[in-house]
């Protein structure tokens, strides 16, 4: 019940694409839900987080839609670029701040 | 703004000894979460500090430890090392008046390899 499942674990898309990156979770207590980037050698860095007041939240390219019947939220980069090829991690977290995180997902952006 | 920092940045040590790592929180920031990250893989929680004492703790056994001080730095010692143990340790950091609304930030990082 504590995991969050991600997928794809690995994704290509082309310059000026779209990069969509999915996850579900199971335990209903969550009520909060970032998504981190992190670049090889480098810690996760805060990227956009959504809580379940709300169905969508966007800040820039990075979009997080939000369906909290299914269980499910998603991470939808617009417009995506080289400089935005790192691995993205979903997580979830209730008011424990235990941060649960999903597995990864390894974005590569070609010119 | 200074963010999260940690110390060292790489060690190596071999199996059976112990080591500390050290994290030094974002300024107006008065919480401390470990974690650990293994190859490959999503962080893990190990444990939380909050006004100097474990404010929660994941599956690790004990001789994962820690220590908070009154500035808020941190520090995490692991005994009997493990080749498993082998990891990249991330420290985090909580907003003060952020505890148990999720927000963490992180620090870069110590890479250890256990020998």
């Known amino acids: 019940q504590q995991q969050v499942k991600q997928s794809p674990q690995s994704l290509i898309v082309q310059k000026g694409g779209i990069s969509i990156i999915n996850c579900a979770y199971e335990?209903?207590?969550?009520?909060?839900f970032p998504w981190y980037q992190q670049f090889p050698g480098k810690g996760p860095a805060l990227l956009i987080a959504?809580?379940?007041?709300?169905s969508e939240k966007k800040e820039g390219r990075f979009t997080i839609s939000f369906n909290k019947s299914a269980k499910q939220f998603s991470l939808h980069i617009m417009d995506s670029q080289p400089g935005d090829s790192a691995t993205y991690f979903c997580?979830?977290?209730?008011?424990?701040?235990?941060?649960?995180f999903g597995t990864g997902t390894r974005l590569q952006v070609f010119p | 703004e200074t963010g999260v920092t940690q110390s060292p940045t790489h060690l190596i040590k071999t199996r059976g000894q112990q080591v500390t790592l050290r994290c030094s929180s974002q300024?107006?920031?008065?919480?401390v979460s470990w974690y650990q990250q293994a190859l490959g893989q999503g962080p893990q929680f190990i444990f939380q500090?909050?006004?100097?004492?474990?404010?929660g703790r994941g599956n690790f056994p004990p001789r994962f430890s820690g220590l908070q001080f009154p500035n808020y730095s941190s520090e995490l010692n692991v005994n009997a090392l493990e080749l498993d143990d082998s990891a990249l340790y991330l420290c985090?950091?909580?907003?003060?008046?952020?505890?148990?609304?999720?927000?963490?930030?992180f620090g870069p990082g110590t890479r250890l390899t256990v020998t």
């Open positions: 985090a950091s909580t907003p003060k008046g952020r505890l148990g609304k999720g927000e963490q930030y």
């Open positions: 335990n209903t207590a969550f009520d909060y």
């Open positions: 959504i809580r379940p007041d709300v």
């Open positions: 997580a979830a977290t209730d008011n424990t701040d235990k941060l649960i």
């Open positions: 300024s107006g920031h008065n919480t």
């Open positions: 500090y909050y006004r100097e004492e474990e404010n």
